[in-house]
C-alpha cells in the first residue's frame, strides 16, 4: 500500500507560488530556487511537473540529477505522487528521470578547440541532447544544479539555449553567496535573479529540520607527528630568530618594518590609505605591532583580526616583502646571505622564493595534520560520548575524503604517516579496535567496498535475507587476516547503498563511515543523530550537503535533536600548525547554527562565544573545551529549546556589531532588548554652558542619587534603571524619574548639592554606547542611505557587559550600520570629518552650597565645559558636507552638543594631527552575522 502524500510544508507552497509567478506568461520560464538538503527540494520539483502534465497531459518532463542515487529518488517520489516516472533516454514516458552524466559522456576523439560544448559530446550523449532539444512542450527540471555550474557550465547554457521555450527550474542547496563570481554571472545569465529561498534555520524553526548544535573536538596530533612538526618548524623558527641579530643584512627586518610601515604614517600618508593600498601586509604589519615587534602606526586601529599572534602567513609576507623590495635588488654580499637563509626555510613553511617574490609551494605539514591519527580516535571519544548520552538512538555518520588514501607518501613523512592515514579504512580499524565503539557493530560503506567485523557483515547478510533472499544467497563474507572483513562478491553499490542503509537505520549498526562522495549529497537516514566530519572540504555547498545528513526529522523520533562534530587538529610546534583549525573557519563561514545565548549566528562563533575566526584557542585549553562541548551535546533538550522551534521569524540575517569595554557598565538587565526613543526635557552641555530644552516638573525630583554616582564613577554618562526600557543620552541630564531615592525634603542643601554636582560627573565620561548607535542610526535615514533609523536599532546587553547592536532593517542597512558605527567608537584615524562634543563641565563657584530647586537649575544652567573630545566621522556620512552635517544635527540629539570639522581645512587638519590615535571609547568589537 502506497502511503498518502504529506501535505505541502510552508515553504514548499510559497516556493512553488514564487516559481508560478515566474513561469505563468514569461517568454523565458526559468526559476532559480534554493531549498537546504531535508526542505523537500524532490517534492517541489515534482508538484510543479505535476502541475504542467495536468495543464498538457501530451508534455514531457525531464529531470537531470547529479547521481544515480538521488535519479532513484526521483523516481520513487514521483511513482509514490501517481505519476509516470523511469530513466528510459527514449523520453518515452511522460517524466524521464536521468543523471548529468548521461548527458554529459564526451567523445575523447573530439577536439577541444570545437566551438560547441555539444559537438564534444559522444554519440550517444548527441542523440539524448537532439531528443530532449526537439521534445514541443518540455518541463526541465535540474536538480542540484550547482554541479552543472561546477563541471559542465557551457554544455547547460547550450542545452538551455536549444530549449528556449521550454520550462525551467534549477533546484540546489548551495546558497549563492557561495557561488563564484563566474558562476553568478552564468546564474544571472541563465536563469535570472532567485525566485525564492529559504535557510537552514528557518526550515528548523517550522519543524521541517531536526534542530541541531554545532560543535568541534580539538585534538593535537600524535606524539611522533609532532616530533615531525618540531622538526620541520626548526629551520624557520631559528630564521626569525637570526631575524633579531643586529647586522642580518644592510637594513635589519625590523629596521625594515619601521621605514615600511610606521614612519611613512603620517608623514607621506595616513593609515587609512595605506590600508587600502596594501591591505594584507597592513593586517600583518598590526600584528607585528601586537606581539609588540612593531609600533603602532599613527591613525591605526587594532581590529578583532589583528589581537592575535602574527602567523606563518604573516612572517612570510612581511618576510617577502622585505626580500623583494630590499634585499634581492640590493649590491650588498650580507644581503646576499639573507636572501640564501630565508630562500632555505620557506620550504619549511610551505613557500618557496622565486625571481617575483614568495610563493605558495607544497605543505607537508597540511597533509599531517588533515590526516592525523589523532582524528579517528577523537572520533572514537566522540562516539562513546553520545551512545551514553542517548543509547539506543545513536546513528553516527563518519564521513572521509576518501576510502583509502593515496599510496604515494612523501619520503619525508616516512615512519610518521602511512597510506592509509586519513582514510575512511583508518577510522573503521580504530572503531573496532576501541571497546566503547565496537560494541556499535561500526560499518564502512564506499563505492567500491562494504566493510564491518566478519560477526557484523553476517548479520547484514541475514537482514539483506529478509529484503531479497535471492541476493544474499550469493553474498560472502571475507574474513581477511586483520579485525576488518569485507562483503563485496555478488552485488555492487548501486544495491548495497540501499540495504546498507536500511541496515543503518534499523540498527544493525549504528555507526557508519563513508566518503563524502557517497554519503555527502543524496544519501538519506533520517536516523541519523550525530555527524562527524572528517573530511577537508570547506566549500559551503560541501558543508550544507554534508550537514544536511543529520538534519532530517524522523518520524519514529519526534524529538530529534542532531549534533554535528568537527574534528579539528592543532599544533603549537609548527607555525602552520593552526591550518586544521582555518579550515574549520571556513567550513562555518556563512553557515548558521545557535549559539549558548539563543542567536543564531555564522561563523565559528556558534560553537563557542569564545572561538575567533583569526586564531585557534590554546593547545593547553582543549581538553576544557572539548568537556564543554560534551556536556553541551548530552543535553538535547537545552539545544531544543535554544532553537525556539515555532517561534516567528523573518528568516533575514543581519549585520551585527558587538562591543565590549573594560569599563563599560551594564545599563540594562542582561539580554534585555532595548529600543532607543527620544528623551523627555533635557539639559544639554554647550560651549557656554548648561542648557535645559524645558522647565523640569517638580514631579521629577526623584533621582537615584547613588546610580549616578555610580555611573559616573564607571566612566558612563547615561543610564537606565531596572524595569526601564529607555536609555538616555549624554545630553539628558534632565533628572531621572524612575526608583531611586525619594527626595522628600527639596530644601535639603546637602542632598541638592550632591545631586548637581552627580549630574555634573555624568558630562566628565564618554557618552554612552546607544546614543552614538542612535546617532549613526538616525543620520544614516536622514542622509538615504538606509531605511530606518534609530528606531528600529534593537541592543542587547549580555552578561559580563558585552552589547549587541543590530538595525533591524534590511540586510543592507543593516551591514551600512554596522560598519558605520564600527567607525563612529573607533580611535580616531585619518577621518574626512570630525565630530566633537563639550565635555568636563564645571560650576562657576564649586563650594557652594545649593539650597533650593531653582537654585539647582541657576547652578547647572550656568556650568561651563572645560573640555571638548573629537571623534570620526563614519567614511559613509562624511563622503560630503551634506552627510556630515545630517551627523552632526542627530550627533546633537543624541550625544550633545558639539563642532564639525573638516580635516581637509587647516583648523581640521591641525585638529587631526592633534588627537590622531586617541581612543575614546577604548571599545573592542566583532563584527557578526545574526539570523533572525
Request: hydrophobic share 45%; net charge negative; proline share 6%.
Amino acid at each position: 500500500m502506497i502511503p498518502p502524500v504529506p501535505p505541502l510544508r510552508i515553504h514548499q507552497r510559497e516556493a512553488l507560488e514564487a516559481l508560478a509567478r515566474a513561469w505563468d506568461g514569461s517568454e523565458r520560464p526559468r526559476a532559480w530556487v534554493v531549498l537546504p538538503p531535508g526542505a523537500g527540494k524532490t517534492r517541489v520539483g515534482l508538484e510543479a511537473i505535476a502541475g504542467r502534465l495536468r495543464a498538457d497531459p501530451g508534455s514531457r518532463a525531464v529531470v537531470l540529477a547529479p547521481n544515480t542515487a538521488i535519479q532513484s529518488q526521483w523516481i520513487a517520489e514521483a511513482r509514490a505522487m501517481g505519476l509516470d516516472a523511469d530513466d528510459d533516454k527514449s523520453l518515452a514516458g511522460a517524466l524521464t528521470c536521468l543523471t548529468y552524466q548521461s548527458l554529459a559522456v564526451f567523445d575523447s576523439e573530439a577536439s577541444d578547440s570545437e566551438a560547441a560544448v555539444v559537438d564534444r559530446l559522444h554519440p550517444n550523449g548527441v542523440a539524448l541532447f537532439d531528443r530532449i532539444r526537439t521534445e514541443p512542450d518540455l518541463t526541465l527540471v535540474l536538480d542540484e544544479c550547482h554541479h552543472l555550474l561546477e563541471v559542465w557550465g557551457r554544455l547547460l547554457a547550450e542545452l538551455l539555449e536549444a530549449v528556449s521555450g521550454a520550462h525551467v527550474l534549477a533546484l540546489t542547496a548551495t546558497p549563492p553567496e557561495s557561488l563564484t563570481g563566474e558562476q553568478r554571472d552564468l546564474v544571472d545569465e541563465l536563469f535570472g535573479s532567485i525566485r525564492y529561498r529559504v535557510s537552514v534555520p528557518a526550515v528548523v524553526k517550522e519543524g521541517h529540520l531536526a534542530p541541531f548544535d554545532e560543535l568541534v573536538w580539538l585534538t593535537t596530533p600524535t606524539p611522533t607527528e609532532e616530533d615531525w612538526l618540531t622538526s620541520e618548524a626548526l629551520r624557520f623558527t631559528e630564521l626569525t630568530t637570526l631575524l633579531t641579530t643586529p647586522g642580518f643584512g644592510s637594513i635589519g627586518f625590523y629596521e625594515w618594518l619601521t621605514a615600511r610601515y610606521d614612519d611613512p604614517v603620517p608623514a607621506t600618508t595616513t593609515w587609512a590609505a595605506f590600508a587600502e593600498r596594501e591591505p594584507d601586509l597592513c593586517d600583518a604589519a598590526l600584528r607585528m605591532h601586537h606581539a609588540g615587534l612593531l609600533a603602532l602606526p599613527v591613525g591605526a586601529r587594532l581590529r578583532e583580526e589583528h589581537r592575535h599572534p602574527p602567523s606563518a602567513e604573516d612572517w612570510v609576507g612581511l618576510l617577502g616583502d622585505w626580500l623583494l623590495h630590499h634585499v634581492a635588488v640590493s649590491s650588498e654580499a650580507r644581503d646576499a646571505e639573507v636572501l640564501a637563509t630565508v630562500k632555505a626555510a620557506l620550504p619549511s613553511v610551505g613557500y618557496v622564493w622565486t625571481r617575483r617574490g614568495v610563493r605558495r609551494g607544497r605543505s607537508t605539514v597540511d597533509r599531517v595534520l588533515a590526516r592525523s591519527y589523532a582524528k579517528p580516535g577523537a572520533a572514537v571519544e566522540i562516539i562513546a560520548a553520545e551512545h551514553a548520552a542517548i543509547g539506543v538512538r545513536t546513528r553516527v555518520l563518519v564521513l572521509c575524503d576518501h576510502e583509502r588514501a593515496s599510496a604515494t607518501v612523501p619520503v619525508t613523512l616516512d615512519g610518521v604517516q602511512d597510506a592509509e592515514a586519513g582514510s575512511a579504512v583508518a577510522s573503521l580499524e580504530a572503531l573496532l579496535s576501541s571497546p566503547d565503539t565496537a560494541v556499535l557493530q561500526p560499518m564502512l560503506v564506499t563505492g567500491s567496498v562494504v566493510a564491518a567485523s566478519a560477526s557484523t557483515l553476517r548479520e547484514l547478510v541475514e537482514f539483506v535475507a529478509t529484503r531479497d533472499p535471492e541476493l544474499a544467497a550469493r553474498l560472502v563474507v571475507d574474513a581477511g587476516a586483520g579485525p576488518v572483513a569485507t562483503c563485496t562478491a555478488g552485488w555492487t553499490s548501486r544495491t548495497w547503498v540501499g540495504h546498507v542503509t536500511a541496515f543503518f537505520e534499523a540498527g544493525g549498526t549504528q555507526v557508519l563511515v563513508g566518503t563524502r562522495g557517497l554519503l555527502g549529497e543524496g544519501w538519506n537516514a533520517r536516523g541519523v543523530s550525530t555527524l562527524i566530519d572528517l573530511t577537508t572540504a570547506t566549500t559551503l555547498t560541501a558543508v550544507v550537503q554534508t550537514r544536511g545528513r543529520a538534519l532530517r526529522t524522523d518520524p519514529t523520533w519526534p524529538e530529534k535533536v542532531a549534533t554535528n562534530w568537527t574534528v579539528v587538529c592543532v599544533s603549537e610546534a609548527h607555525p602552520k600548525g593552526d591550518n586544521d583549525w582555518f579550515r574549520l573557519v571556513r567550513k562555518h563561514q556563512g553557515f548558521h547554527g545557535v549559539d549558548a545565548d539563543g542567536d543564531i549566528v555564522d561563523g565559528v562563533a556558534h560553537i563557542d562565544a569564545s572561538f575567533s575566526p583569526f586564531a585557534p584557542p590554546p593547545v593547553a585549553s582543549f581538553d576544557g573545551y572539548n568537556a564543554r562541548m560534551l556536556v553541551a551535546a548530552a543535553d538535547r533538550d537545552a539545544i531544543r529549546d535554544l532553537w525556539a522551534v515555532g517561534e516567528p521569524y523573518e528568516d533575514i540575517t543581519l549585520a551585527s556589531l558587538r562591543v565590549r569595554r573594560a569599563t563599560s557598565p551594564v545599563a540594562v538587565h542582561p539580554g534585555e532588548v532595548v529600543t532607543l526613543v527620544p528623551a523627555g526635557p533635557t539639559w544639554r552641555l554647550t560651549a557656554d554652558g548648561l542648557a535645559t530644552d524645558a522647565e523640569v516638573p517638580d514631579t521629577s525630583w526623584r533621582t537615584p542619587l547613588s546610580l549616578a554616582a555610580g555611573t559616573a564613577g564607571a566612566g558612563g554618562a547615561a543610564a537606565a534603571l531596572p524595569g526601564v526600557g529607555t536609555l538616555v543620552g549624554a545630553g539628558v541630564l534632565a533628572v531621572l524619574t524612575a526608583g531611586g531615592a525619594l527626595v522628600a525634603r527639596h530644601r535639603n542643601a546637602d542632598v541638592l548639592t550632591q545631586w548637581v554636582h552627580a549630574q555634573l560627573a555624568l558630562t566628565s565620561g564618554t557618552p554612552p554606547l546607544e546614543a552614538v548607535a542612535a546617532a549613526v542610526a538616525d543620520a544614516l535615514v536622514a542622509a538615504g542611505l538606509t531605511g530606518v533609523g534609530a528606531p528600529a536599532l534593537a541592543a542587547d546587553v549580555h552578561p559580563g557587559g558585552e552589547y549587541r547592536f543590530r538595525l533591524v532593517g534590511s540586510e543592507a542597512d543593516a551591514e551600512v550600520f554596522a560598519t558605520a558605527f564600527d567607525e563612529a567608537i573607533a580611535p580616531v584615524g585619518a577621518p574626512r570629518y570630525l565630530v566633537s562634543r563639550w565635555t568636563s563641565a564645571r560650576l562657576h563657584a564649586p563650594g557652594r552650597r545649593i539650597r533650593t530647586r531653582a537654585g539647582a537649575r541657576r547652578a547647572l544652567a550656568a556650568a561651563g565645559a572645560t573640555g571638548e573630545v573629537w571623534h570620526p566621522v563614519p567614511t559613509v556620512l562624511g563622503r560630503n558636507a551634506t552627510s556630515a552635517g545630517h551627523y552632526l544635527e542627530t550627533w546633537r540629539t543624541w550625544v550633545g552638543e558639539g563642532r564639525l570639522l573638516a580635516t581637509a581645512r587647516p583648523e581640521g587638519a591641525g585638529i587631526m594631527a592633534a588627537v590622531s590615535g586617541e581612543d575614546p571609547f577604548a571599545a573592542t568589537t566583532v563584527m557578526r552575522r545574526q539570523w533572525s
